[in-house]
């Protein structure tokens, strides 16, 4: 059950930041590394998905459930994490 209550914390803390981040995104986010406000907020609904799968999975006391969701969802917090490390695009690239 570690697993899953892992799960539901990291979910629950992408999402917060990939909410705020769409909110007040700044001029890297934007023009830099292509994340735009509706990117952010794809992630956050992504990440509350994920967060109501390992909440059920926890209810249901399924702990190979929860390996396996946290295991597909910390692929995608390490797509959203690496979008930030892509650097700026050189203009004649």
């Given at each position: 059950?570690n697993y899953?209550?892992v799960g539901?914390?990291l979910?629950?803390g992408v999402?917060?930041f990939?909410?705020q981040s769409s909110?007040?995104?700044?001029f890297?986010?934007?023009?830099v590394y292509?994340?735009h406000?509706?990117v952010?907020?794809r992630?956050a609904?992504?990440?509350?998905?994920?967060?109501?799968y390992?909440?059920?999975?926890?209810?249901?006391?399924?702990?190979?459930?929860?390996?396996?969701?946290?295991a597909?969802?910390?692929l995608?917090a390490?797509?959203?994490?690496t979008?930030?490390?892509?650097g700026a695009?050189?203009p004649?690239?």
């Amino acid at each position: 059950m570690n697993y899953t209550l892992v799960g539901l914390a990291l979910s629950l803390g992408v999402a917060a930041f990939a909410w705020q981040s769409s909110r007040s995104g700044g001029f890297y986010d934007r023009e830099v590394y292509g994340m735009h406000a509706v990117v952010h907020r794809r992630f956050a609904i992504a990440s509350l998905v994920f967060a109501a799968y390992f909440a059920a999975i926890y209810a249901m006391r399924s702990p190979s459930a929860g390996i396996a969701g946290l295991a597909l969802y910390s692929l995608i917090a390490v797509f959203y994490a690496t979008s930030f490390l892509q650097g700026a695009h050189d203009p004649d690239e």
